[in-house]
C-alpha cells in the first residue's frame, strides 16, 4: 500500500506508491510534489535487473513477493529473486528521538540495502547457484530536475554521489479539481532545492549507462551488519511561509525560512553532520521505535500508529522569522493535510495527544500563534478564536469560510487547561490570562435563553454533517463542551488571580448540567440536539434558511456527546455528565452508528464516517473503564482500502462523502499508549503532583509511560502488568500511584510513606 515518510518540521517527504510504480518526492512536501522514477534493487548473475515497484523502467523486471514492514520511524522494503536464491531489502529512516530538535529537524534519511540468501522461494526451481556477490543499485528520474552521478570529494575522502537540483513551488495545489484549492492569493512562487544522496561505502562505483550508483555486496545471512548505507538529504535556504506574526490585517508579512537553516546554512553542513552522528542519531530513534514496538497494541492499532505518526510530521512547519526581537522567533504550524490551513484549531485539539505525550513546547507555540487571531465580540465584550491561521504558504488569517466561535473558544480553553496541568507549566495560563477571560465571557454570553445550551456561535468542524449536527441550535456536544471548557476555565482563572469570573464558571457549571442531563436525555442516549425546530436556523455555508421545519436526526444516536471531556480525565478531572448514563450513550452510539470502517456522525448518517473521532471516542471509553469502544480493524481496513490499487489517501479520515487526505489528525492514535495504562497526570494538584495507572490485568503487557519521560537522560518508566496481574512501574521518575493496589502500596508509589 502507499506510504508516507517525514521529516519533522522540515516538509521533507517520500510518497511511496507501489501501485503507480513511483514515489512522489520534494523538499516541501504533499501536494508540493513531483512523481520521481526510484529504480532501486540488484542485479541477477544472468545480468537482470530486478526492482521495487517504484519504477517504470521498462528493462527490468520486478522483484518477486515484494512486501513491506512499517515501524514508527522506518519502512522496509522487501522483495526476492526466485530464479537465483536471493533476498533484497531496503530500508528507509527517518530518525525522531522526542525533544532533541537537532537530531528531528535534520532533513535528512538513511538508506540501507541488503542482499542475503533465500534457498526456498514458493515452490520456484532455481535456475542457477546463489551467488556469492550481488551488485546492487539506485537511480532516480524526475521531471523539471537536474540530475548528475559523480563524485565528491578526493582520495580516501571520495564519496559516490547522486546531485539533484530543482525548484518547487511554495503553493499547494490538488492533483484534481476542488473547491478547496489554495486561495487565489497564492502565486506560483519557487524555492531553490539542493539534495544529494551519498554512499558511505567507498566501494561504491558510479553506474555511468544509468545516471545512477552501484555498489557490490557479497551475499550474506542475515544479522551480519553489512550493507549498503547511504544518505539522501535536502536544504532550502528560501523562506517557505509568509508570516503576518501580529494581528491579521496589521501590518504586512514578513519571510519565515526554515528553522533548519539556523543550524545548517547549506546542503554540504547538512550531510557533514548526517555522517557524523548517523550511529548515534539511529541508535536513539530505533530506541524510541522499540518502546513502542513492545507496547501491548493490535496489529491495526500499530499500523495506525506508524502511519498516522507520518502523515502528521509531513505536514509539520517549524520555521522562523524576524518578529522584531533580538534574534529570530520560532513558528510551528500544522497543515491540515488537503485542506493546507495552518494549526487548525479543531483539529490540534485532537493532535494534542502527540504533544502531550512527545513534545509540549510544540504546543505551548501554539498557543501564543492562535491568542494573534482572536476576534472582538461587542455584545459578550468578549472574543472568540479563529478556525485557522491562514492557507497554503500564507499565515495572514483564518481562511475558512466562516466562524465556529464555541467550539474553537472551547477546544482552547481544554487544551491551555490540559497542557497547564500535565506538564506543570504556567506560564501560557499566566500570559494568556486576558484572552482566557475573554474566552469566558462570550461562552457565557452564547446561552442567550439560559437553557444551559449556546443558541449563538455554534457552527461547528463536523462540515459534512447534517445541520442538526453541524449548525442546528442547542447542539447537546457543544453545550456539553461548553461546561467542560468552562470548568477548565474556572481552575486557569483561579491560578490567574480572577475569582470572581471563576466562581462564576462554577456556578454555571453546576446550573447548566442539571439543565443538559433534563433536556437531553432520551432513555437511553443524548439527542444531538434538543431544540428540533429549523426555524431561524440559517445554513453556515450559504447564509439562507433551511428549507424545511424539522431538523432530520436531532433525536439521533450521536459520538460526539463526550468530546469534550478526554482531556479533562487526563488531567484527572471526573466525568460532568451522569457517569451511568454517560457509559450507555457511548455504548448505544457505537451500536447504532456502527459500519464497515467505524462508526458515523449519528445514526441518521452512518456512512460520514471520521476515523480520529472514532478514536478519540474510544480512548474516552477506555478512561471511562468501558471495555474499548471499537476493534482498531474497522479504522484499518480504510486506510488500507484507501492506499491500494489506484487510491494513494495517506492517512484519510474521512469515507467517501468527504476529503480529508494526508490528514495529521490520524496521530491521535498515540492515545493508545495513553489509555492502556489509564495514565492520569495532574502536576499542579493541590497535594503535589498526582500520577495515576490503572491498566487491564488480565494479561502480561508493558506500557510505555512516554509523557513521564526524561528524554535527555535516556529513562523511560513503563508501567508493567506481570502474568499474575501485578501492575508494577520499571525505571520510575515521578511518583506513581497504582490504582487498585492497596492502600499501603497505593501511598508508598504516591511518595506519601517508605
Known amino acids: 500500500m502507499s506510504w508516507t515518510i517525514a521529516r519533522l518540521g522540515s516538509r521533507f517527504t517520500l510518497l511511496f506508491e507501489p501501485y503507480q510504480q513511483r514515489v512522489m518526492h520534494s523538499a516541501l512536501g504533499r501536494f508540493l510534489d513531483q512523481p520521481l522514477d526510484l529504480m532501486v534493487g540488484m542485479i541477477e548473475p544472468d545480468g537482470t535487473r530486478r526492482v521495487l515497484p517504484f519504477t517504470q523502467e521498462p528493462n527490468a523486471s520486478p522483484l518477486h513477493n515484494a512486501e513491506q514492514f512499517e515501524r514508527p520511524n522506518s519502512i522496509t522494503y522487501r522483495g526476492y529473486s526466485e530464479t537465483y536464491g536471493l533476498r533484497f531489502e ?140 547511504l544518505v539522501w538529504a535536502t536544504h532550502v535556504a528560501e ?109 490540534e485539539y485532537n493532535v494534542s495527544l502527540v504533544y502531550l505525550s512527545l513534545w509540549p513546547q510544540l504546543l505551548a507555540l501554539q498557543f501564543d500563534q492562535w491568542s494573534n487571531h482572536g476576534h472582538a465580540h461587542e455584545k459578550s465584550g468578549g472574543r472568540f478564536l479563529s478556525h485557522d491561521l491562514g492557507q497554503g504558504a500564507h499565515i495572514t488569517g483564518q481562511a475558512y469560510p466562516h466562524h465556529m466561535p464555541v467550539e474553537e473558544n472551547a477546544n482552547y480553553l481544554l487544551l491551555l487547561h490540559a497542557y497547564t496541568h500535565w506538564t506543570g507549566d504556567r506560564t501560557p495560563a499566566h500570559k494568556h490570562k486576558a484572552l482566557v477571560a475573554d ?26 454533517a447534517s445541520p442538526a449536527v453541524q449548525f442546528g441550535n442547542k447542539q447537546t456536544y457543544l453545550a456539553v463542551k461548553r461546561v ?31 439543565k ?38 436531532w433525536d439521533g444516536y450521536s459520538i460526539y456527546t463526550a468530546n469534550g471531556q478526554l482531556l479533562p480525565m487526563l488531567v484527572g478531572a471526573p466525568p460532568l455528565l451522569d457517569e451511568d448514563r454517560l457509559k450507555k450513550d457511548l455504548v448505544n452510539a457505537i451500536r447504532e452508528n456502527l459500519t464497515r470502517y467505524g462508526c458515523g456522525h449519528t445514526s441518521s448518517e452512518v456512512e460520514n464516517v471520521w476515523v480520529s473521532q472514532n478514536i478519540w471516542r474510544d480512548h474516552l471509553t477506555r478512561y471511562l473503564g468501558l471495555a474499548s469502544g471499537l476493534p482498531s480493524s474497522h479504522y484499518w481496513d480504510m486506510q488500507v482500502m484507501s492506499n491500494t490499487h489506484n487510491q494513494s489517501l495517506g492517512f484519510v479520515d474521512t469515507y467517501i462523502n468527504n476529503y480529508l487526505c494526508h490528514y495529521p489528525r490520524g496521530i491521535v492514535s498515540i492515545g493508545y499508549l495513553l489509555a492502556g495504562p489509564r495514565l492520569v497526570i495532574d502536576r499542579l494538584s493541590p ?52 490504582q487498585g493496589a492497596d492502600a499501603d502500596s497505593a501511598a508508598a508509589n504516591a511518595g506519601l510513606i517508605g
Request: proline share 8%; hydrophobic share 35%.
Open 90 to 229: 531496503f530500508n528507509v529512516h527517518s530518525v525522531f528521538y522526542p525533544q532533541d530538535e537537532r537530531l528531528c529537524l535534520m532533513p535528512a534519511f538513511y538508506l540501507e540495502m541488503r542482499v542475503n540468501p533465500a534457498p526456498k522461494v514458493r515452490w520456484h526451481k532455481p535456475a542457477g547457484p546463489t551467488p556469492d556477490k550481488v551488485k546492487l543499485f539506485i537511480r532516480l528520474r524526475r521531471p523539471d530536475t537536474e540530475i548528475n552521478a559523480c563524485y565528491h570529494g578526493e582520495g580516501d575522502a571520495r564519496q559516490s554521489c547522486i546531485d539533484l537540483a530543482y525548484r518547487n513551488r511554495v503553493s499547494p495545489k490538488h492533483p484534481f479539481p476542488t473547491d478547496l484549492d489554495s486561495p487565489a492569493h497564492e502565486s506560483d512562487r519557487e524555492v531553490q532545492v539542493h539534495e544529494r544522496i551519498v554512499s558511505l561505502n567507498p566501494e561504491c562505483e558510479l553506474w555511468d549507462d544509468e545516471n545512477g550508483l552501484t555498489c557490490e555486496l557479497p551475499v550474506t545471512e542475515g544479522g551480519s551488519g553489512i550493507k549498503w548505507r
Open 239 to 347: 523562506p517557505v511561509l509568509d508570516i503576518n506574526p501580529g494581528k491579521p490585517g496589521d501590518g504586512e508579512t514578513v519571510p519565515a525560512p526554515f528553522r533548519y537553516n539556523s543550524y545548517w546554512a547549506n546542503l554540504d553542513e547538512v550531510l557533514e553532520e548526517a555522517f557524523a552522528t548517523r550511529d548515534d542519531h539511529l541508535a536513539l530513534s530505533r530506541r524510541f521505535e522499540k518502546l513502542i514496538e513492545q507496547a501491548p497494541l493490535t496489529p491495526a492499532q500499530y499500523h495506525l500508529l506508524a502511519q498516522s505518526f507520518h502523515s502528521w510530521l509531513a505536514n509539520t512547519f517549524w520555521c522562523q522569522y524576524d518578529g522584531g526581537a533580538p534574534k529570530p522567533e520560532d513558528w510551528f504550524s500544522v497543515w491540515e493535510g488537503s485542506c493546507f490551513y495552518h494549526s487548525t484549531l479543531d483539529v
Open 439 to 464: 474566552l469566558v465571557r462570550y461562552l457565557l454570553w452564547t446561552d442567550r435563553d439560559q437553557s444551559g445550551f449556546p443558541s449563538e456561535g455554534v457552527a461547528n468542524t463536523i462540515d459534512d
Open 484 to 514: 467542560a471548557a468552562l470548568r477548565s476555565a474556572a481552575a486557569l482563572l483561579t491560578m490567574t488571580g480572577d475569582e470572581d469570573l471563576a466562581l462564576h464558571c462554577e456556578d454555571t457549571v453546576k446550573t447548566d448540567l442539571r
Open 516 to 553: 443538559i442531563e433534563a433536556a437531553a436525555w432520551l432513555g437511553d442516549h443524548y439527542a444531538v440536539c434538543v431544540d428540533a425546530s429549523a426555524a431561524g436556523v440559517t445554513d453556515a455555508w450559504t447564509g439562507k434558511p433551511l428549507p424545511y421545519d424539522t431538523l432530520p436526526g
Open 687 to 738: 497535594g503535589g503532583a498526582y500520577i495515576t495507572v490503572d491498566p487491564d490485568r488480565g494479561r502480561p503487557q508493558r506500557w510505555p509511560l512516554l509523557a513521564l519521560a526524561d528524554w535527555k537522560a535516556g529513562k523511560i518508566p513503563v508501567c508493567v502488568v506481570d502474568d499474575q496481574g501485578n501492575v508494577t512501574i520499571e525505571g520510575k521518575i515521578d511518583p506513581i500511584v497504582i
